[in-house]
């Protein structure tokens, strides 16, 4: 269960909340980047994002993939003490690794375990929402929620936004964007600017480009 949170006094943030924890898949990298990231300017502009940390991206089915040098890096976040091979043992999830047939002793991508008996990454706190990793977060997580495909279409967006995501606003549903500028305004996130998006998508596309799953 995620830690108690202000904003669940918000009726219609507290309906986003509970559907997305049903339906929110974690993050699927071939999905992300299956078609061109061609996106035009006007279709970054129209959207609208501030994270308030509600941690709910960090929970459901779905899973956080990392390259070798990421996972590298949240080792030596953790315990610079631990091998590589003791991180994959300790973080990652070796069995849906096998499972793809990925060879963990030579892949070059990875995928985070969930807590015990969880849905949630295993480096969600589920005490307070923060990520223990938040410096050394894949660019999976860094650069969401500016994907190609929640980008290219306003359905995807609307869609992320209204299972998953309380922090992307959707203008065109004033009531709801209403309840939402509030929750944002609440806890102080700040929208992501123009820069941002295009840093966020472009960095995402290019870092996936080589992803082989
Ligand atoms: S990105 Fe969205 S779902 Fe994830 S913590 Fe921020 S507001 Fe919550």
Redo the contacts with the bound molecule.
């Keep these: 269960m995620h830690g108690i949170h202000h904003i669940w006094t918000h009726p219609h943030i507290m309906h986003s909340r509970l559907h ?1 924890r049903v339906h929110h898949m974690k993050l699927h990298p071939r999905q992300l980047c299956s078609r061109s990231s061609h996106v035009d300017e006007a279709q970054l502009r129209d959207k609208h994002f501030a ?8 929970t459901g089915s779905g899973n956080v993939w990392c390259s070798k040098g990421e996972l590298d890096a949240i080792i030596q976040q953790r315990d610079s003490g631990m091998s590589f091979e003791q991180g994959v043992g300790e973080y990652c999830n070796v069995d849906a690794m096998r499972a793809r047939n990925i060879d963990l002793h030579a892949s070059e991508w990875f995928i985070l375990k969930n807590a015990p008996g969880t849905d949630q990454c295993i480096f969600l706190n589920a005490e307070n ?1 923060h990520c223990m990793v938040y410096g050394a977060r894949p660019l999976q997580c860094s650069t ?2 500016w994907w190609p495909e929640l980008v290219e279409s306003d359905k995807a967006w609307q869609h992320e936004a209204y299972t ?5 606003v959707v203008m065109e549903n004033s009531v709801d964007a209403v309840d939402r500028l509030d929750v944002i305004r609440e806890t102080g996130a700040e929208f992501d600017t123009m820069e941002d998006k295009t840093r966020k998508l472009e960095s995402f596309c290019t870092y996936l480009e080589d992803f082989p799953y």
């Design positions: 997305g994270c308030t940390g509600c941690g709910i991206c960090c929402n969401y929620p998953v995501c309380e922090g992307i």
